[in-house]
């Protein structure tokens, strides 16, 4: 019998801590930055049992994750994006 060997991803929640801490360091604010996560990725980090509840918020219909606004669904791959544009 044959077993999948895929490689774990990590959660979404270490993956975007890691690249929200990046981009940070050089040099963009939280506030400029804009978290675009598939339905799937946003439902994982909202579920995600390691996420303290200060690292994640939900207020006037903006969902945040270490300050930084997240967009749920629209995309085909989750991606953080480093400028945000009036239209965001």
Same mark, same amino acid.
């Given at each position: 019998?044959?077993?999948?060997?895929k490689?774990?991803?990590?959660?979404p929640a270490?993956?975007?801590?890691?690249?929200?801490?990046?981009?940070e360091a050089e040099?963009?604010a939280r506030g400029?930055?804009i978290?675009?996560l598939t +339905?799937g990725d @946003?439902? +994982? +980090?909202k579920?995600?049992?390691?996420? @303290?509840?200060s690292?994640?918020?939900?207020?006037?219909?903006t969902?945040?994750?270490l300050?930084?606004a997240?967009q749920e669904?629209?995309?085909t791959q989750?991606?953080?994006?480093?400028?945000?544009?009036?239209a965001?």
């Amino acid at each position: 019998m044959r077993t999948s060997t895929k490689p774990r991803r990590s959660s979404p929640a270490a993956t975007f801590r890691a690249q929200i801490e990046k981009a940070e360091a050089e040099g963009c604010a939280r506030g400029d930055m804009i978290l675009k996560l598939t +339905l799937g990725d @946003a439902s +994982l +980090l909202k579920r995600d049992s390691d996420v @303290a509840v200060s690292d994640i918020g939900f207020a006037d219909g903006t969902m945040t994750y270490l300050g930084v606004a997240i967009q749920e669904g629209g995309v085909t791959q989750s991606a953080l994006v480093r400028e945000r544009s009036e239209a965001d």
